[in-house]
């Protein structure tokens, strides 16, 4: 016990609680969760990286908040507890952004809500803050909040260059190219796009990762 | 572990606080949100007079350039003329009236009342008509303006709650609203026409109805059809209102 009061804050493990999301245990790229959200928000940037905040401070929050709770949560009703905190959490931020940044609350009311049934969230609080003391929950909320945020984020900058020929709403491709006849592809606006985005990134990540590669 | 008396109270504490936090945040929230919705709107109704209104300008711009609102009736007499702060005619200002509730009323029969706003811009007269509509997912709104003659469009701009980003959603962009200018509401003969969103463009309307259409959005033709219908159905309320102005 003594030994794990003098843990220092970022020792290696916890350091690999915030890192390891981001790749080898990418929650969207390995786990394959939250795949729902990453088809609804990518079609541009914008939308996606406010969706990304908003589910770092709602895991990050929520990922605490349980594992304070975890020792008087009665198991039975777990979920229901979990699920209690993310939605309060959830209409909290959304209070939060309607307060004092209206834009944004604009760009993402649609969104927000899905934030309560990101499988991400539930599978975080039930596989980790159930059982992990505050701080590293804080960590592994975190982390897995940016490992599912930058895989959204990549697949919204192909999506929204090749789909509308922009990038956080600002013309990226020359009229010139329109001119000699290139042409927006609309099917990278529509949500199939975003599973074969999300594929190649897997298949980028497990030719270079050779570990994450199944035996059969 | 945990008996039966232990999961309930748990559970009806865990409750009570949780409504307790979120009760008292939506309290204390809720006056800054209400002001945005306001400061919104009114970026809305400026954005149709081609103004570009911040959230940090737009009440100062707001009082300077809208000089009248006005609320009509069904008949289109005028029950209603906010001016300068004070009322002339009635005691509702156009900015308050609830499209939902009064497009409701039209609904059911019940009379109904109609906002609409005088706008002076730099020597440029305009009446701007706030819309109300239904898109793909959700409410879609907007503000047309028209010039003195009640028939010419000088600007238009519309807003979304939740259509789909890069298709429907592109009715709040810059190139669809501004197709909407110098298009006319009314034929040659003076009946109302509307204006169409049409798919495939304008281009496939006839030749003389082509001062009645607007290019709909690739892959967001039920926003688009929205669009149209809100006009239609906003717009034709007006009528009576607009030849009694023209006929003076």
């Not at chain 1, 599978?123 to 992990?132: I, K, P, T, W, Y």
């Amino acid at each position: 016990m003594a030994n794990q009061m003098k843990e220092p804050l970022f020792s290696a493990k916890n350091r690999k609680l915030l890192t390891d999301p981001l790749n080898t245990s990418n929650p969207i790229t390995v786990q394959v969760l939250g795949i729902c959200s990453a088809l609804a928000v990518t079609a541009k940037m914008k939308p996606a990286f406010v969706m990304m905040l908003s589910v770092v401070m709602v895991l990050a929050i929520a990922n605490v908040v349980i594992s304070v709770l975890r020792n008087g949560i009665p198991p039975r009703i777990r979920i229901i507890v979990q699920l209690v905190v993310i939605a309060s959490l959830v209409i909290l931020v959304d209070q939060v952004l309607k307060a004092y940044v209206y834009d944004v609350s604009r760009q993402l009311s649609v969104f927000v809500g899905l934030i309560i049934t990101n499988c991400i969230i539930m599978g975080r609080l039930e596989a980790f803050a159930m059982g992990n003391k505050a701080w590293p929950s804080l960590l592994d909320g975190i982390g897995n909040a940016f490992g599912y945020g930058w895989v959204l984020i990549a697949v919204a900058f192909f999506r929204e260059l090749l789909g509308s020929g922009t990038l956080w709403g600002y013309q990226i491709i020359p009229n010139a190219l329109y001119d000699i006849g290139y042409k927006n592809n609309g099917f990278m606006i529509l949500p199939p796009m975003a599973l074969i985005i999300v594929g190649a990134i897997i298949w980028i990540q497990r030719s270079r990762n050779k570990q994450l590669i199944e035996a059969h | 572990m945990y008996s039966n008396s232990y999961v309930f109270r748990y559970a009806i504490i865990m409750v009570v606080i949780v409504a307790a936090v979120l009760s008292t945040a939506a309290l204390l929230l809720k006056p800054a949100q209400e002001r945005n919705i306001a400061v919104a709107k009114m970026q809305g109704i400026l954005a149709a007079a081609q103004i570009q209104a911040t959230a940090s300008n737009a009440v100062d711009l707001y009082e300077r350039y809208i000089l009248e609102e006005i609320v009509i009736d069904p008949e289109g007499d005028v029950i209603g003329l906010y001016k300068n702060g004070e009322f002339e005619i009635g005691d509702v200002r156009a900015f308050h009236l609830d499209l939902k509730k009064e497009q409701y009323n039209q609904a059911v029969g019940i009379d109904f009342k109609m906002p609409l706003y005088y706008a002076d811009i730099n020597g440029q007269k305009m009446y701007i008509i706030p819309l109300l509509g239904k898109g793909l997912w959700g409410p879609i709104y907007g503000n047309i303006a028209l010039g003195e003659d009640f028939n010419t469009i000088v600007g238009a701009s519309f807003g979304h709650d939740k259509e789909t980003p890069g298709l429907g959603a592109e009715i709040e962009e810059a190139f669809f609203q501004e197709q909407f200018i110098g298009k006319k509401i009314m034929d040659e003969n003076g009946n109302f026409v509307s204006v169409q969103v049409v798919r495939g463009g304008a281009a496939m309307l006839p030749v003389s109805r082509q001062i009645h259409g607007v290019d709909a959005i690739s892959g967001g033709t039920i926003t688009s059809n929205g669009v149209s219908e809100m006009l239609e159905s906003s717009l034709k309320n007006y009528i009576k209102y607009f030849k009694k102005q023209v006929n003076i």
